[in-house]
């Protein structure tokens, strides 16, 4: 069924469906360029021209959300590889060393154990805890394979637990 | 178990929101930079396809094109004017299309004989 506001190359995607989603998209594109808003806002801007376009085209086959979060996700893979081919060549050419991106304000003990975790698994932890999707949604989004995102879900709480007990006992 | 996983999703969601901040761009102003984006692209597009389907257009119509009073076979006069074949032999000639037969003898039948036979 199309929507009233259903958009002209994406028939399955609606504006408002996209705006109800907004602020959840928004934590994850942030996320995913260490939390630098005007490279999430641009992330957020090329993730809405892909829909627009239906370069990205949802076919239905997932929710909308695990559909888009996705798409920020790639989005944002193939910019920082690009990014990161960039910076290697800086730094073959200049000695001095190029800085890595602003550390977010909140530095508290949760943060810094939650950074600490290896990328996949701060990303599981990020898409159930915060974004509101299940293991086997976040998985997909990640591009792994149900299995493989239980494992890193488990071993990602299993870290954190361990991190924040041993933290306590410090204090 | 359920209350201490919940404590845990409530510390990391505070984490995070924490290190998000409060800003968040609206979603009418991203949607509209990104619906502007997509039709510069567009007209881009179009601009470059329209240009190269006339392009293709012209070449096409150049290559057609014949000319209205050009015969549709070849004179012959035409073509031995135009071309001009050599043996490789020619090359031994004094001249040009030398005749090599203008002096040929001439050979008359004879009645006489010969060592028992006419020559």
Request: glycine share 4%.
């Amino acid at each position: 069924m199309r929507d009233s506001d259903a958009l002209e190359n994406n028939p399955h995607v609606s504006r408002s469906a996209l705006e109800a989603i907004h602020g959840q998209v928004y934590g994850w594109a942030l996320s995913r360029c260490d939390f630098d808003h005007a490279t999430a806002e641009d992330l957020m801007q090329q993730a809405y021209v892909e829909l627009l376009s239906g370069s990205a085209r949802f076919d239905n086959k997932s929710t909308l959300k695990t559909f888009v979060f996705a798409v920020v996700q790639n989005l944002a893979r193939s910019r920082f590889r690009r990014v990161s081919s960039r910076l290697r060549l800086v730094k073959q050419y200049a000695e001095e060393s190029v800085t890595d991106a602003v550390e977010p304000a909140a530095n508290d003990e949760v943060w810094r154990a939650v950074r600490a975790l290896p990328a996949r698994q701060r990303d599981i932890i990020e898409l159930v805890f915060c974004r509101e999707l299940t293991v086997e949604q976040a998985a997909a989004v990640m591009g792994v394979a149900t299995g493989t995102g239980r494992v890193h879900y488990d071993r990602a709480k299993k870290a954190l637990r361990s991190r924040l007990q041993d933290w306590a006992e410090e204090t | 178990m359920q209350d201490s996983q919940d404590t845990l999703r409530d510390a990391v969601e505070d984490a995070f929101r924490g290190a998000a901040g409060h800003r968040q761009p609206s979603f009418d102003r991203l949607w509209r930079k990104a619906e502007q984006k997509h039709r510069n692209s567009r007209r881009r597009y179009r601009w470059f396809a329209g240009t190269a389907a006339t392009a293709a257009a012209v070449v096409i119509a150049l290559s057609l094109q014949t000319p209205a009073d050009q015969d549709a076979y070849i004179e012959i006069a035409e073509l031995l004017e135009s071309t001009y074949w050599s043996a490789p032999s020619d090359v031994l000639l004094p001249d040009r299309e030398f005749d090599i037969y203008q002096d040929l003898p001439v050979l008359f039948e004879s009645t006489e004989p010969a060592e028992g036979a006419l020559l």
